[in-house]
Structures are given as structure tokens and as C-alpha cells.
């Protein structure tokens, strides 16, 4: 389902990286560009193809999940992006010149689009009104698109909202917090859905993220799917909830899910201190194939509710990315929003209400302190793309069993690369097992690149141990490229 692209500009580096430290990979490892995205939340479209140009292309991103591009509600909060008024391209984000804009840009420094489609409901407003671009609405009458048989009565519930998780009925054929929800069975309705990623495929994005996909019956996702062009990528957003009868695995014929239990799982080690392996052989343990999966460590919505680590943890929400991007399940996406103390509260706008993209600080880095509304810029901190290096050298090496020592715990990619990690509140050391040449490495997490290290962030291999010295919530990682003596 997912191809390994390989990237010209990518390539380019971490050969030179390789050269610059004096050593030489493996033919047989061909540095391709890992399958890393980053989500940009609320982000203008001006600003993300500034950022692929200056940012994303050059430290080797695969892809950028953008906020919904459709024409939405007035309002001021984040999520009148999720209540769509009509398809125009055209939202407080950028007009469809610029949506186009930014695909072309980022797609030349080799950065896949991925548009974020909000294709269960429409708006959730009870009184009629007028969204961002002009179109009068209702909130089951959408001239031109929609009437009100196209949607969804389902005459369970006393306000036809969803009050019960248990229910598949109920999930799929209510309303999701008063969303207008589509009848996602008819044909029509599929066919104006599907004439509106076409839309945006013609605009040149590689894929979606199907938003509230659980809330659609797996067969109409799929029946939407299968009309798209061969090769469009596709995640669903499908929230693992115990006990619940709608799982991601019933998503996964068609493209592949975000699996919630990643970021589920590591929170609670990090928390106690104990990191240990995953068992992804353990029948309780519940995954997707990794083939399936995307994994990330908060998004939009786990960042504003129960994420374990978001951007105000600094350090250790680095270590926590840091761990995700040596993994070798799924597709790791990193998530990048902006500082808030209201879960409501928008990016900063413009006068004329657009969203404004910020800047981000010259050297942004996990300490930062944020005001409410700065960007958080997660992916330019030299750990993250010290990473996105480290994951292109190491490839698909095999994760090796981690080892445990003084509180701290670490991997080998195997020949390829070591990670370690410190996740207490002490100086702790760990000397991982390791087959990769003796020598004095750089840490890229420290560094951002294995290149021109300074002495303090050096790591030595000797007698295959990699031996790490780590601060409290440090997090480090060499590879082969990395050498430098
Ligand atoms: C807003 C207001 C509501 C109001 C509504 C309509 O907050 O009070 O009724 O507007 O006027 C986002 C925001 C919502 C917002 C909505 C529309 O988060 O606050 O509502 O936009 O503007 C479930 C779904 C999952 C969904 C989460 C949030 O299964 O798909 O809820 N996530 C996506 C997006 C959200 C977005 C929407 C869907 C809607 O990522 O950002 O909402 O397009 C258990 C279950 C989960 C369930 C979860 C929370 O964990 O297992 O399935 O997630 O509880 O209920
Ligand atoms: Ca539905």
C-alpha cells in the first residue's frame, strides 16, 4: 500500500552527511526518504509550502497532513475547519490558487500533500446561515450539493446525536456532537464526496486523512475509495475505544488507520520511568499491522484531551517523538500546532480573519517557552530532524531486543543505528549491544545531523557497546553515517 519514494534531495544528503564523517554506508543500504509526516495544524497554505521549501524538503518529510481545505462556518474557534458548507477550496486557511500553490511547491522539494477530509458530516449548526465564502446553508440543505434526504435521521437518540458508543447504529447513523451526517449509503452522496477528492487530486495532493471515518460505515468508506484513482494514500481516522464494536481493522482494506494505542502505550511507560519493548506478538496488545498503522504521539484533538506528552512537556515529549521515530511500526507522524490555554481557541487570525502563520523562533527547540497562540514549529527542533536522518540510514533494519539499565533503555537498528533513551529524573547510563564499527559517533538528536559534531555530543562504540550518557529525559541516537573517528 505504501511505496518507498526515493527522494533526489534526500538522497543527496545523507550521502553527504556519510562523506563529511568519513565513512561509508553499506550498498546495500540505499538511503531512501523514510515515511515520516508532519502535521501541520491550522497552518496557512502560504505558510506550509514556505515551510516544505525551508523546512520539510531539506530534513526529508514524506508528507504534510494539512488542516480541512473546504469552505466551513464562520467562527472563530479551530474547529469551524470540521464543519463544511459547501467544497469550494476556499477557507480561513487560503484560497484554492493558494491550496495549489502549496501542493506544487511542496511537491517539488519532494513533501506529499495529504488533505484532511471532512466528508461524514456538514455543519452542526441548528439555525440556517451564510459560511466563509458566501454559501448559504442550512444544517440539512446545502444548495447545490445537498437536500435534506440525503442525510441521516436516525431516530434513536432523542436529538439524533450520538449518546452511545456501544451502539454501531448509533455511531454511524447519528450525529457526531450535532454534525449534519451525511447518508453516506447513497450513491449520490458518495458520488459528491468523490467529485470533491477528485477536486482536490487535480490540485495534485497524494492522499487523505478521512476524518470521523468510524463514523461511516467501512463499506461506504471503501465504496469512496475505490472510485479514486489507484495509488491515492488513504488514513482513516478511526479512534481504538475499548469495548466498542466500529475497530480501526475494519479500515484497513482500504488504506491504512492512525493506531491510538501507540501513543497509549508509551505514555504510561514513560510515565513510570520502565520503557521496555513492544510485544506487538501479544494477543492483548492491540495494533494493526504495522503496514496498516500511523502512528504519532499526539494530534489535534489527544494534544487539547487525554495525549500523554504534548509540546508542554519540552523534553520529554521530544524523547517521546524521538522513541516513535526509531520504531519501526507504522508510519510515524509528527504533529505541530501552536501553543493554547482554551481547547476552543483559534490560531492567531488576520484582520481580514484569515489565519496568520507565525514564524517560528530561528532555533526552536523543546525548552521553548510558548505564549498562547505562538507556533510550536516541532518540526525544525534539530532532535526531529536529527531523526528523520537517522530513519533514512537505518531503513528497514531490524529492531533488535532493547535493553534496560540504570532507568535507561536502548535499541540497535541492527548495524544501522542505536537510540537510547533516558525517561527519569536522574543522569542514567546504558551500553547497548550493538554491530556496528567502533568509533566515536555524533548524537543527532543533540546535533540534528552527524555532521561537524561538537565534543559534547559524541557517543563511542567500542567492543559492540554503545555506550550513552544521558541527562534526565534525554533521548540520543547515532548511525552509521554518524561516524566521526
Ligand atoms: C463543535 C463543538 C460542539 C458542537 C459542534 C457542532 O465543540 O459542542 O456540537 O461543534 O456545532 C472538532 C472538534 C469538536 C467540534 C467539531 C465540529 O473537536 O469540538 O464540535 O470539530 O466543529 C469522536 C470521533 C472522532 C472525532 C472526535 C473529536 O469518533 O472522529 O470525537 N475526531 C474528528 C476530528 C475532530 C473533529 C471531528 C472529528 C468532527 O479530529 O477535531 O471535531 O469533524 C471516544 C471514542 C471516539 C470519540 C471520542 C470523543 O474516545 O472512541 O470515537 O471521538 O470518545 O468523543
Ligand atoms: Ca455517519
Known amino acids: 500500500m505504501r511505496g518507498v519514494r526515493s527522494v533526489v534531495v534526500w538522497g543527496a544528503l545523507v550521502a553527504s552527511a556519510v562523506a563529511m564523517s568519513g565513512c561509508s554506508v553499506p550498498s546495500a543500504v540505499e538511503p531512501a526518504a523514510p515515511d515520516v509526516g508532519v502535521q501541520l495544524f491550522q497552518l496557512p497554505w502560504t505558510s506550509i509550502a514556505e515551510e516544505c521549501e525551508s523546512a520539510l524538503g531539506p530534513a526529508g518529510f514524506a508528507w504534510v497532513l494539512t488542516s480541512p481545505p473546504q469552505e466551513h462556518v464562520v467562527g472563530e474557534q479551530w474547529w469551524v475547519s470540521y464543519q463544511p458548507v459547501s467544497y469550494q477550496i476556499e477557507s480561513r486557511l487560503g484560497t484554492r490558487a493558494e491550496f495549489a500553490d502549496m501542493v506544487s511547491r511542496c511537491g517539488a522539494v519532494g513533501v506529499d500533500v495529504i488533505a484532511d477530509a471532512v466528508i461524514n458530516h456538514m455543519s452542526g449548526q441548528d439555525a440556517p446561515g451564510t459560511g466563509w465564502v458566501g454559501s448559504a446553508y442550512a444544517h440539512q440543505g446545502y444548495p447545490g450539493l445537498y437536500g435534506p434526504g440525503e442525510f441521516h435521521h436516525c431516530g434513536l437518540t432523542a436529538q439524533d446525536d450520538i449518546e452511545d458508543y456501544g451502539s454501531r447504529e448509533q455511531v454511524q447513523n447519528c450525529e457526531l456532537v450535532n454534525l449534519a451526517d451525511l447518508d453516506t449509503g447513497s450513491p449520490a452522496v458518495r458520488q459528491t464526496i468523490g467529485a470533491y477528492l477528485d477536486d482536490l487530486l487535480s490540485l495534485g495532493v497524494a492522499g487523505f486523512r478521512i476524518d470521523a471515518a468510524k463514523h461511516m460505515a467501512a463499506e461506504d468508506v471503501a465504496a469512496i475509495v475505490a472510485a479514486l484513482p489507484e495509488g491515492t494514500r488513504v488514513m482513516s481516522e478511526v479512534i481504538r475505544g475499548a469495548r466498542e464494536p466500529i475497530q480501526p481493522e475494519e479500515y484497513t482494506a482500504f488504506g491504512e488507520v492512525f493506531e491510538f494505542s501507540y501513543a497509549r502505550e508509551l505514555g504510561p511507560q514513560l510515565e513510570s520511568g520502565m520503557l521496555y519493548d513492544p510485544d506487538l506478538s501479544d494477543e492483548r496488545a492491540l495494533h494493526v499491522p504495522a503496514s496498516s498503522a500511523v502512528v504519532f504521539i499526539d494530534n489535534h484533538d489527544t494534544e487539547r484531551g487525554n495525549a500523554p506528552l504534548t509540546y508542554r512537556n519540552g523534553a520529554e515529549y521530544l524523547l517521546a517523538n524521538v522513541l516513535m521515530l526509531a520504531d519501526d511500526y507504522g508510519a510515524p507522524v509528527v504533529y505541530s500546532g501552536y501553543a493554547f490555554s482554551d481547547r476552543d481557541a483559534g490560531a492567531p487570525t488576520n484582520a481580514d480573519g484569515t489565519v496568520d502563520g507565525g514564524t517560528c523562533a530561528p532555533h526552536p527547540a523543546p525548552d521553548a517557552e510558548y505564549a498562547d497562540g505562538d507556533r510550536t514549529c516541532v518540526q525544525r527542533w534539530a532532535g526531529i530532524v536529527g531523526m528523520l536522518e537517522w530513519r533514512a540510514v537505518v531503513g528497514d533494519a531490524a529492531r533488535m531486543p532493547g535493553v534496560s539499565e540504570n532507568d535507561a533503555y536502548g535499541f540497535e537498528r541492527e548495524g544501522r543505528g542505536v537510540v537510547a533513551a533516558n525517561p527519569n529524573d536522574a543522569d542514567a547510563s546504558v551500553a547497548v549491544p550493538t554491530s556496528m564499527p567502533d568509533g566515536e559517533y555524533c548524537d ?36 552509521l553515517g554518524s561516524r566521526v573517528s
Open 444 to 479: 543527532v538528536v543533540a546535533n540534528g545531523s552527524g555532521s561537524s559534531c561538537p565534543e559534547g555530543a559524541r557517543v563511542r562504540v567500542r567492543d559492540g557497546l554503545a555506550a550513552f550518557d544521558l541527562a534526565p529525559q534525554q533521548a540520543a541516537a547515532i548511525h
